[in-house]
């Protein structure tokens, strides 16, 4: 009541002055400086006097100024307030500049908002502006190289693969050490509904779980990084999170906006060197290989199975709305053609949105619904291809002199690389995926303060993948002379309930509470079946190939196996929640929560956990003392301390599982342990955020400390057992991540033509594992992992998970050089050989604006790490030569001779660090053009344009899957799906 | 309505809501796995988990990298050079040959692993009701992981059925080890059927007790083992027994043992793991034996990948049959020489690939009588010289040592899972036990004419004289543990077999070693972080 009060005081002392001093009035637009889009209700007001107003929906305004006005001030939520001199003129347009400074816009914490001022723990949001452009395909590529200490690494050029997300570094030593992310409300499992295939050549790379969330619908995306503010999300906070929140309608005229855009592959973003025919030559002469292998002719193998490969993407969107009802949808129809011949991604999205509200606004109903579908088209690229190779090993690995086709057949040579066209030609795998992520909610606000709220959000996903690998193929066991065939489904069921009750309320005119208590029930359930078989009739030889697919007459196969079915344990987690921020004289605010979950997957003396936090923060530029200074104007200390939990294990470890398996066999699987609880993750974190001059110079600094103890384990079960894993929490071992973050951006030059900014961020993280001792025997773990794969280095491993070490420390034989004879020498033992995991990110991005011309950047790298590289190591080593394969230049001119023998040494070990220029974009935002077209914009953007390396392989941004027994491995490369550039053009408009 | 009266209503329906959303239990649903208490509702479970403990047989006896491996591999019989880029495989299979293989050894683990999978899966049958029948093919199928960990380990954990799997099991060792072994087969033996195969048979008790009488003195002394009367005694009443039963008889064309119709020809199954040829729904397949030893050329559909090139013999071993000059120019007509070398036209495999099964030396051709090439276009000729270091870097790195095609290889299902049933306990194995007993308890002339009527069923001459064993030349072909090299080499019983002959601490081709602490293989590493009840082997 008392502000309200105050409020009514200012409206009666300021009326008199707007009727007594006018004296002219001052008329125009306020735009965005990006692409000239009308920022609808932005505040003008006059600098000195308490008039204001507000812009109308193309952004236009009209105010009446006292004579004595010399300057008005803009401001817009996400926008760095302007003050813009009125001397002498009666009409001014405004192009605002973005900000991410703003202290009151709200910062999505989960469960309700935050104003940013009130931040006391460490979360990156980012705007739609602020996100990485060029040819995106899923909502974590949006992040790249944006936010300090959160690593993406693209793992596969495969258009739609999944990437290695981290935040923080590595935190797990199990297989998902991915941060949980939240769409709208609804926290997602992290699985895809494509069905995982087996087939003749390895395991293929994953599908990104998010790529049937349009990144044109995003409007922006927090990252949750220390325990404090992920304790929110409890048991499945410990890997950070990240919550994206979907485009929403604004109050105003309806709007249709489009946007188009066409890509090219451009080329590898670098090659893998392998000799070309000349060389090739000379280095058979060189070491007195047989003329033979010479075939005559010149064939660059690695170029014939990529494709120049077009992309075409068309979004639109339509919006509109009013006070009490507003909308927005939007639908994306895509087209990517991979970088090897036969890829693609096919995406097909809609996202519709609504917020309605009745009963004088007092009840709102809110909804969100993205339904769509994606289709992939893989090749047989695969992450642990042995000896018979697969696309991109046997293209390396292909005698350049050797021409792929003879007689328009494919040709194939006696030396077991196999063919790569024909690889690509035979093997088809083609998946389609079903998704749908819809979520409503109802909240009432009954009291003043007091908004309930109702959510219910549902993840729902089917896919369908069917695999052709023909027979007529020569060279592979169980596939040439009989063909292949496998088809697969999966489901994917996720759903949420959220209850909350939400309290606002200002304690007197110097405490300020916000509060939100709820009650969550969660579960996810995932099924799926396949089917396989081997022994067709048709496709058997090259030139009696038909064009029917192997999938459409399976009962035709010799030897089917029956459809495999699984139903994976359900997991339901079952919480309550509760946050609570104080906030005294905008000096000194708290936030306290505490969150219970109860969790299905746990044992059954360990149902319940409990994860509190605490955040303190000094707005350290608003005390007294601080008022004349003119350095900063922000600056503020934080500290908050968190537990968070990590479920990440499979479902159903905690009991005896027996499965009805084929053979009529009923094993028992799992041994099971009742005991099983979550790992918890207690992180401490200081922060300091500061604007210089006048906010146009702000960022922030951060460490923090992650101590990950009670570690899920999946140690070897006390034999005799069934199964050689089993699950326990290692109560002892620690995981500590630790490390700083340093953020920095600057708004250098602001004015109506020019703009430029500039953010840069830089992230150091060390990681030990400590005490990672057995319970039983006090050893210490010896967990070795990451597999080396190819002929000849069959079972080696060269990471090992132990104690006082990196997480996946490289655990290899030494090398020591070339004896007399050419023969590489390795030391008997392997030993500790280097860190996988990178101990340094950065990120630089920036946006430079002349007129309506932008310039926008974006590169990022890691540094500190060591790659190993398995495809030199298998692939093109000097032994293929006497066998007449390829092999790589650094083989050649290494000294070694042909017979020196294949091995895992350190030898392969290379320096990973990487720069890499993301993107650029340049954009000419036209504005409008007639009386329909409005803020009609065009762009040519390059993304993966170089990179800056000293790794020979593809490209250093790598993490191929080589897990072994679950155990995860990090930083190998083997046989990728090479990375092209790609030039986008594109063009965005409303009407 | 008016405000104050809506407030309760809608309230209510919250109520309603939450309600339907409401406290669950958090039991978790398994979905597609059955607990312990579903198990022992269902009705015909128990077979199901005994039909899980026969499967535990495959991976460990099929595949080339497991039991087989430890057993031939470690022995005079067989070995794995490293052939330039192939095979080297961080080196552990040249160091299982040369016996300097330690505790961290992949092998040794994923055996130790496999046996204890098998321990367990058998006497967790003991705890869902089992039929009289059902409990003593449990117990025979944990006395057969229970002789192999003893055999391989010295020691081997133990646990009651249902006992708690996250405490550590009790270890057993010595004597109190194999007696147990033993009273456990005789408890079993009654119950069991009569009729020998895949099901364990009342023969397959006699086979395993032999085994276990056989070795009982070398299992409690590997480096000097004893035989008591009373044991060799066993073996021969228990080896009558199977010998005069009628069930059995030597197969005349000793690879009729092997063929991938072997269930039909073979007369000689006692304990066979049967496969069907292209399901893999028995998860087995014998076709490891020949793909791991057969050249990447030896069957023109699969070129250039149609073996491995790896798995040879020794030309040593080879000198034990006795064939005269080295085997340089090896080219056996189809009457002389002892029928388990082979080399002869075999319908099935030479009129499809060219392959004549056995021991393959020399020129290789395929099933039109052309001469086969290597990959480089050298002859695919077989030569019995390996290089000392088991690192082949010459221009014949792909063709040298002899090669070993034991199972015949299953053309219709060459790639596998392949048809071929396999031979875990033979006739001729419980054969020569007999006579090997009667050896060691002094009727020498007895066991000299066992082996020579086996011989002469063979196509071998018979042997004038024979000894046990000759301690200064492991391949004396006049010894009974040569005859059981030619009789049983690659059936994963050779280590056992010259440990109970005290040849195993001997030096042969590419194997220096005489230490006595290789008699045992390591506790792994692994096995060790987990049960602080086991210890390690002296000398690692």
């Known amino acids: 009541m008392r502000i309200l009060k105050i409020w009514l005081c200012l409206l009666v002392i300021g009326a008199p002055s707007l009727i007594f001093a006018q004296s002219k009035t001052v008329t125009g637009k306020i735009t965005d400086n990006r692409d000239e889009s009308p920022l609808v209700e932005a505040t003008v007001s006059v600098v000195g006097k308490p008039i204001t107003t507000k812009t109308g929906p193309d952004g236009s305004f009209s105010i009446n100024l006292p004579a004595d006005a010399r300057s008005l001030r803009i401001s817009y939520i996400g926008f760095t307030d302007r003050i813009v001199s009125v001397a002498g003129v009666t009409s001014i347009d405004v192009a605002m500049a973005a900000s991410s400074q703003n202290l009151t816009e709200v910062v999505v914490t989960g469960y309700g908002g935050t104003r940013r001022k009130d931040i006391t723990g460490s979360i990156v949001s980012l705007k739609a502006k602020d996100f990485n452009q060029g040819l995106i395909q899923s909502p974590d590529q949006l992040l790249q190289n944006k936010v300090a200490g959160l690593e993406v690494t693209n793992t596969s050029g495969q258009p739609g693969a999944a990437a290695t997300i981290q935040i923080r570094g590595n935190s797990s030593i199990r297989s998902n050490s991915n941060p949980l992310f939240v769409v709208d409300g609804v926290p997602l499992d992290g699985s895809s509904a494509r069905p995982n295939l087996g087939n003749a050549f390895g395991s293929t790379p994953s599908s990104n779980p998010l790529l049937f969330i349009d990144p044109n619908s995003i409007a922006q995306i927090e990252v949750l990084k220390d325990a404090a503010s992920a304790a929110i999300y409890g048991a499945r906070g410990a890997n950070g999170v990240i919550i994206i929140t979907t485009k929403k309608g604004s109050a105003g005229p309806m709007q249709i906006e489009v946007g188009a855009n066409y890509g090219v592959n451009a080329g590898f973003i670098k090659r893998f060197e392998v000799l070309d025919a000349g060389e090739y030559r000379g280095a058979l002469k060189k070491f007195n290989q047989p003329a033979t292998f010479d075939g005559g002719t010149s064939t660059d193998a690695l170029k014939a199975i990529t494709q120049v490969g077009f992309t075409q993407n068309y979004s639109v969107a339509f919006s509109g709305g009013n006070e009490v009802g507003k909308f927005r949808a939007s639908f994306l129809g895509s087209h990517q053609e991979g970088f090897l011949k036969k890829t693609a991604l096919d995406k097909y999205l809609g996202t519709i949105g609504g917020n309605y509200k009745f009963l004088d606004k007092k009840l709102v109903i809110d909804f969100n619904i993205i339904a769509g579908n994606y289709g992939e088209v893989l090749t047989s690229v695969s992450n642990t291809a042995g000896s018979t190779g697969n696309i991109v090993s046997s293209a390396l690995s292909w005698n350049p002199t050797e021409p792929l086709t003879k007689n328009g057949l494919y040709n194939f040579p006696s030396n077991g690389s196999g063919n790569p066209l024909a690889f690509n030609d035979a093997y088809s795998d083609k998946s389609s995926v079903n998704a749908f992520l819809a979520n409503m909610s109802v909240s009432y606000t009954f009291l003043k303060n007091l908004e309930y709220k109702f959510l219910y959000g549902i993840n729902y996903g089917t896919g369908i993948r069917k695999i052709n690998v023909e027979g007529w193929l020569p060279g592979i066991p169980n596939l040439s002379t009989l063909g292949n065939a496998a088809i697969g489904d999966a489901k994917l069921l996720t759903q949420t309930f959220t209850h909350t009750l939400n309290y606002t309320k200002d304690l007197g005119s110097k405490l300020s509470l916000n509060a939100v208590a709820g009650y969550e029930y969660w579960n996810s359930d995932f099924s799926g079946g396949s089917i396989d078989a081997r022994g067709f009739k048709t496709n058997l030889t090259q030139t009696t190939r038909t064009d029917i697919p192997y999938t459409s007459i399976f009962q035709n196969a010799l030897t089917q196996n029956p459809y495999n079915t699984f139903a994976n344990p359900t997991s339901e987690i079952q919480s309550v929640f509760a946050r609570a921020t104080l906030n005294y004289l905008d000096r000194y605010i708290v936030t306290a929560s505490l969150r219970r979950d109860g969790s299905s997957r746990f044992g059954a003396n360990n149902k319940y956990g409990n994860f509190p936090a605490v955040g303190v923060k000094w707005a350290i530029s608003n005390e007294d003392f601080m008022k004349s200074n003119t350095l900063f104007s922000n600056l503020g200390l934080r500290a908050s301390f968190g537990l968070t939990g990590n479920q990440e294990f499979p479902a159903g470890s905690s009991q005896e599982q027996f499965i009805l398996n084929t053979f009529t066999t009923f094993p028992q699987i799992v041994n099971g342990n009742p005991n099983l609880k979550w790992e918890s993750s207690a992180t401490y974190n200081v922060g300091l955020d500061f604007a210089l001059n006048k906010g146009k110079i702000y960022g922030s600094i951060d460490y923090y400390n992650k101590n990950t103890s009670d570690i899920l384990f999946q140690t070897n079960a006390i034999q005799p057992a069934p199964a050689s894993i089993s699950f326990v929490n290692l109560e002892d071992a620690n995981l500590i991540n630790s490390g700083v973050e340093i953020a920095i951006g600057a708004d250098i030059v602001q004015t109506n033509k020019i703009t430029w900014d500039v953010n840069a961020n830089i992230s150091f993280n060390t990681n030990d594992v400590k005490n990672f001792t057995d319970p039983n025997t006090n050893r210490d773990n010896f967990v070795p992992t990451g597999q080396i794969n190819g002929q000849g280095v069959s079972g080696t491993l060269a990471q090992v998970i132990t104690n006082n070490q990196p997480v996946n420390a490289y655990y290899l034989k030494t090398f020591g050089g070339f004896d007399s004879s050419g023969k590489q020498l390795l030391s008997a033992d392997p030993s500790f050989a280097g860190d996988p995991n990178p101990q340094t990110l950065a990120g630089f991005s920036t946006s430079l604006r002349y007129n309506k011309l932008t310039l926008s950047i974006n590169m990022g790298g890691a540094f500190g790490f060591l790659i190993y590289n398995n495809t030199a190591t298998a692939v093109t080593n000097i032994a293929g030569l006497a066998q007449g394969r390829n092999i790589d230049k650094a083989a050649l001119n290494s000294g070694e001779g042909v017979s020196s023998g294949v091995g895992a040494s350190t030898r392969f070990l290379e320096q990973g660090d990487y720069f890499k220029m993301r993107n650029a974009t340049i954009r000419y935002s036209v504005g409008n053009i007639g009386n329909y077209v409005k803020n009609f914009s065009a762009f040519v953007s390059g993304s993966n344009l170089f990179v800056l390396t000293k790794f020979t392989g593809f490209d250093p941004e790598v993490n191929i899957d080589k897990s072994s027994n679950s155990y995860p491995s990090r930083s190998i490369e083997y046989v990728p799906y090479p990375t092209p550039r790609v030039i986008t053009f594109g063009l965005n408009f409303s009407l | ?540």
């Not at chain 2, 497991?66 to 080297?88: H, I, K, M, Y």
């Not at chain 2, 893999?280 to 990447?296: D, E, I, K, S, V």
């Not at chain 2, 695919?380 to 070993?404: D, H, K, Q």
Request: glycine share 8%.
């Open chain 2, 1 to 540: 309505m008016n405000r104050n009266k809506m407030f309760p209503n809608f309230a209510l329906s919250l109520v309603a809501v939450a309600a339907m959303t409401g406290c669950t239990k958090l039991n978790e649903n398994l979905n597609s796995t059955l607990t312990s208490a579903e198990v022992s509702a269902t009705p015909g479970s128990t077979a199901g988990l005994v039909q899980a403990a026969y499967a535990d047989l495959t991976g460990l006896l099929h595949s080339q990298d497991q039991l087989f491996s430890l057993q031939e591999n470690a022995t005079d019989e067989s070995l794995v050079p490293t052939r330039g880029g192939d095979w080297d495989d961080n080196g552990v299979w040249r160091v299982v040959h040369s016996h300097n293989w330690n505790a961290d050894h992949q092998q040794v683990l994923n055996v130790f692993n496999g046996l204890n999978k098998l321990n367990f899966n058998a006497t967790n049958v003991l705890l869902f009701k089992p039929s009289a029948q059902q409990a003593a093919e449990a117990r025979f199928l944990r006395a057969i992981a229970l002789y192999h960990l003893l055999d391989l380990y010295g020691q081997y954990p133990f646990r009651e059925p249902g006992e708690n799997l996250l405490n550590a099991p009790v270890v057993r060792t010595g004597a109190v080890a194999i007696d147990f072994i033993i009273a456990e087969l005789n408890a079993a033996l009654p119950a069991l059927p009569t009729t020998p195969g895949a099901v364990a048979s009342q023969d397959a008790a006699r086979f395993l007790l032999m085994r276990c009488f056989l070795n009982k003195g070398a299992f409690l002394n590997k480096a000097t083992p004893t035989f008591a009367a009373a044991d060799m005694q066993q073996v021969i009443t228990l080896g009558n027994a199977i010998i005069t039963s009628g069930r059995y008889s030597i197969t005349p064309n000793y690879f009729d043992n092997f063929s991938p119709d072997n269930g039909a020809k073979s007369k000689e199954g006692i304990f066979t793991y049967v496969n069907t040829g292209g399901v893999a729904a028995n998860n087995g397949g014998p076709q490891a034996r020949w793909n791991m030893t057969l050249h990447y050329n030896s069957y023109t559909p699969l070129n250039p990948n149609a073996g491995w090139n790896g798995f040879s013999t020794v030309s040593e071993f080879y000198s034990s049959f006795n064939t005269g000059a080295t085997p340089t120019a090896f080219g056996p007509s189809d009457t002389l020489f002892d029928g388990r070398i082979g080399g002869r036209f075999y319908r099935g495999a030479t009129d499809i690939s060219g392959l004549r099964p056995g021991f393959l030396v020399g020129q290789q051709f395929n099933e039109l009588n052309v001469a086969t090439k290597d990959r480089k276009g050298n002859p695919l000729a077989y030569t019995p010289a390996i290089a000392a270091n088991m690192i082949e870097t010459g221009n014949n790195l792909e063709v040298t040592g002899i090669r070993v095609v034991k199972y015949v290889p299953d053309y219709e299902f060459y790639g596998g899972p392949a048809g071929n049933d396999l031979m875990i306990f033979r006739f001729a194995d419980a054969w020569l036990m007999v006579a090997e007993a009667r050896f060691r308890t002094g009727d020498i002339p007895g066991s000299l004419t066992m082996v020579n009527q086996l011989r002469a069923l063979r196509n071998a001459p018979p042997l004038s004289s024979m000894t046990l064993a000759n301690p200064n030349k492991v391949n004396d072909p006049n010894t009974l543990i040569s005859e059981r090299g030619r009789e049983l080499y690659w059936e994963s019983v050779r280590r056992t077999d010259l440990i109970r002959f005290n040849l195993f601490s001997k030096p042969w081709q590419f194997k220096t070693s005489t230490d006595a602490k290789n008699l045992l293989f390591p506790i792994p590493n692994q096995a060790l972080a987990a049960n602080p009840n086991l210890k390690q082997n002296t000398g690692y």
